[in-house]
């Protein structure tokens, strides 16, 4: 829990209740659990709202990196057949 151990959680416990005492100490933990209850409910809807869009940014990116390995491809056997077209034409300039 939040990185504390048992003693560490106790020694908090302990100076909560010099502080505040015992009359006050059940309703500073029910305040503390409405916060705790607040922030998540909090943290759900705004993973709820981002991760639909997060999912659309990926299948984008999918898609780009897709459409740029097709168009490498595309080039590199444009440029291979080029050079497989220069190199079956004769050079015309020098003698036989």
């Known amino acids: 829990m939040f990185g504390l151990g048992g003693m560490e959680i106790l020694i908090i416990l302990?100076?909560?209740?010099?502080?505040?005492?015992?009359?006050?100490?059940?309703?500073?933990?029910?305040?503390?659990?409405?916060?705790?209850?607040?922030?998540?409910?909090?943290?759900?809807?705004?993973r709820q709202s981002v991760e639909p869009e997060i999912n659309m940014i990926q299948q984008e990116v999918k898609m780009v990196e897709q459409d740029l390995t097709s168009s490498m491809k595309e080039a590199e056997e444009t440029i291979k057949g080029a050079a497989d077209g220069t190199s079956n034409i004769k050079d015309t300039t020098k003698p036989v």
Do not use: H, S
């Not at 010099?18 to 500073?28: R, Y």
């Open 14 to 46: 302990l100076i909560a209740f010099l502080l505040f005492g015992p009359k006050e100490l059940p309703n500073i933990g029910r305040q503390i659990g409405k916060a705790v209850k607040g922030f998540k409910e909090t943290a759900d809807d705004l």
